[in-house]
Each structure stands twice: as structure tokens, then as C-alpha cells.
């Protein structure tokens, strides 16, 4: 199984941007799927997750800001954000949890992608 993000970028203060995820391999069904992000100096931190059945969790710093939201069908997730922060400059992780591959009696793993960089200047 394979993540790959898209999306990241360079932008000014109070601008917006749109991070998507794809995953691609043997899939059977994924739980939940959203984002993290690690700034210079700091541990990985949950942003965003959705389920497979919509809910969802959010950063109490990104609520109101960040929109996560996904396709099912098309085993994609996606990070609308809205007035971005200096603050919110990271590299964002797509990360896929509770994924079964074959079937739904195999075991289910966790995934990370690669990471995309996201840098919001003042």
C-alpha cells in the first residue's frame, strides 16, 4: 500500500491551500484516513481524520480553518485549508489507518506517506 500527497506549497499569510492523498496497492477497506504534520524541532502532530462513515477529528489549533473530507470509492483524502498560519508551516503526512488488504478477516496496518511541505510566510 502506497500514499502519495499532493498539493503542498508556498503561500502568504491568510491564504489557502488543498493537500490530497491518494492510496494505491491491494485494498480492501481503510478505517480512517487524514493528515499529520511535523514542523523543525517538533513531534508529528495529528491535523485532521476522517472515517470511513465521516466522522471526524480535528486539531483544536485547525478547527474552523482545516476541512478534511474524502472519497471512499476512490481511496483519496483531502485537507481544504483556509486563512493558513505561519504557524502552520510542516511537512504533512497523509496517513491511512486500520487498513485491510485482501480481505476482512486479514490483519489491518497503518500507513504513512512521504510527506509534503507546506511553508505559509508572514
Known amino acids: 500500500v502506497q500514499l502519495v500527497e499532493s498539493g503542498g506549497g508556498l503561500v502568504q499569510a491568510g491564504g489557502s491551500l488543498r493537500l490530497s492523498c491518494a492510496a494505491s496497492?491491494?485494498?480492501?477497506?481503510?478505517?480512517?484516513m487524514g493528515w499529520y504534520r511535523q514542523a523543525p524541532g517538533w513531534q508529528r502532530e495529528l491535523v485532521a481524520m476522517?472515517?470511513?462513515?465521516?466522522?471526524?477529528n480535528y486539531a483544536d489549533s485547525v478547527k474552523g480553518r482545516f476541512t478534511v473530507s474524502r472519497d471512499n470509492a476512490k481511496k483519496t483524502v483531502s485537507l481544504q485549508m483556509e486563512n493558513l498560519k505561519p504557524e502552520d508551516t510542516a511537512v504533512y503526512y497523509c496517513?491511512?489507518?486500520?487498513?485491510?488488504?485482501?480481505?476482512?478477516?486479514?490483519?489491518?496496518?497503518?500507513?504513512w506517506g512521504r510527506g509534503t511541505q507546506v511553508t505559509v510566510s508572514s
Open positions: 496517513r491511512a489507518e486500520r487498513v485491510k488488504e485482501r480481505h476482512a478477516f486479514t490483519p489491518f496496518h497503518d500507513y
Open positions: 476522517i472515517t470511513s462513515d465521516g466522522n471526524t
Open positions: 496497492g491491494t485494498i480492501y477497506s481503510i478505517r480512517s
